[in-house]
């Protein structure tokens, strides 16, 4: 193992503006560590979640009025507790653990790469169910600490890199490429995604320091680009037994300007998975999401947050949209900055937020912990649940 506690020559995620995926880069986290980033702890940034002592710190959240919220119900900040048959279950809530960032360089001396990578983990002695997070093209592994920080402070492992085309040097777009170099490169970052996640989680289950993850329950969320990975990966690796997919690519029917990358389901087993998508997604609106959805197998779900577009999934909500929106995307990706609807006519990133760390927590509770009241919230009215706290979603 190569951990570093300091994360030495990364301190700023990469994220190109070049086409080194098939998604055009139409997510989009602004460089530098995320505004929920619990790693920037070190630095003297004060985050509710995590605290490198094992005092629980809270903070009050003020959200402003929601284009989410429909009329007369609850902000998204109003702390409610949700009871089902007795027993009392809120994913929307923090967990009750302070949070530990470990920070490594992993090496794969395979591929002759050291992959900036971490693992969030719940103050707690283990061993912990695990979760790998896949970030969106143009993105990396603290593009959803939002997510990942919460899943912390509920009893997970979560683990996460930045996958090899933020930083490869042989994936990296250059002047004067060909549309036949440009071709074979695209094909080698679609070629290393599964790759990759299927090292950290060979990585992970070796003797990181500090963290005790449980070989026996291991979950999948991915976004975009790393929606298409965890849903590829699910159908190769035995091992994995729960995935959430946000917004993922995969449809057998692509926009332009969104690379067809070739999605097999043929899954010779049942892994439960959640799907979650955007209504006014530019890129992967809800009908790709529905057509990888509908050729899953198994046990799955799928849910709609209206108002929200593709960039509602990653920590700086509203900084990633202004970054699409004034992007100046390749020609056949001009159409989507112009269908980008302005922040205004949208969901505010905390009720996006509210809606992806509720549900993906308890998808991933009702299958790797089969928790039982974790899976009487979805088989209730999550349409009212959700509303009851200013989520306006499509379930079903």
């Not at 509710?48 to 929601?66: F, G, K, N």
């Not at 449980?214 to 990966?233: E, K, N, P, Q, Y």
């Amino acid at each position: 193992m190569n951990a570093s506690p300091a994360d030495p020559g990364d301190h700023s995620p990469s994220t190109r503006t070049g086409a080194s995926s098939g998604l055009l880069n139409v997510c989009r986290t602004p460089r530098g560590a995320t505004q929920n980033d619990p790693a920037a702890a070190s630095t003297g940034s004060s985050s509710p979640y995590v605290s490198r002592t094992r005092r629980w710190r809270r903070s009050a959240v003020r959200e402003p009025p929601s284009l989410c919220a429909k009329r007369g119900v609850p902000a998204v900040g109003a702390r409610q507790a949700v009871t089902m048959a007795g027993d009392v279950y809120d994913p929307f809530a923090r967990g009750p653990f302070p949070v530990g960032v470990h920070l490594l360089q992993a090496r794969d001396g395979a591929r002759d790469r050291v992959f900036p990578a971490e693992v969030r983990y719940p103050g707690r002695p283990g061993p912990h169910p695990l979760v790998l997070y896949s970030h969106c093209s143009g993105g990396h592994r603290r593009s959803a600490t939002f997510l990942t920080t919460h899943l912390a402070s509920h009893g997970y492992a979560v683990a996460s890199l930045d996958h090899s085309e933020v930083f490869a040097a042989e994936l990296a777009p250059h002047d004067g490429e060909t549309p036949e170099q440009r071709a074979a490169r695209i094909e080698a970052v679609v070629a290393s995604r599964v790759p990759d996640l299927r090292f950290l989680l060979e990585y992970v289950l070796g003797d990181v320091p500090r963290v005790e993850v449980d070989a026996h329950r291991i979950g999948l969320v991915g976004h975009s680009f790393g929606g298409w990975t965890v849903l590829a990966m699910a159908g190769i690796e035995p091992r994995v037994r729960a995935v959430v997919a946000h917004a993922p690519a995969g449809s057998t029917d692509p926009l332009p300007g969104v690379l067809p990358v070739p999605l097999t389901l043929d899954w010779n087993r049942d892994v439960p998975t959640l799907f979650l998508a955007a209504d006014d997604d530019v890129p992967i609106p809800p009908a790709a999401v529905r057509n990888v959805f509908d050729r899953t197998p198994g046990t799955k779900r799928i849910a709609t947050l209206r108002r929200a577009d593709h960039q509602h999934f990653v920590d700086d909500v509203e900084g990633a949209h202004e970054a699409v929106r004034t992007m100046a995307p390749p020609p056949e990706g001009a159409w989507m900055v112009a269908a980008t609807r302005p922040m205004t006519e949208l969901c505010d990133g905390d009720t996006a937020h509210a809606f992806v760390r509720a549900l993906t927590l308890a998808h991933l509770d009702a299958t790797l912990r089969a928790n039982p009241a974790a899976a009487r919230f979805f088989a209730g009215d999550l349409s009212a649940e959700l509303a009851a706290r200013g989520i306006d979603a499509e379930v079903g």
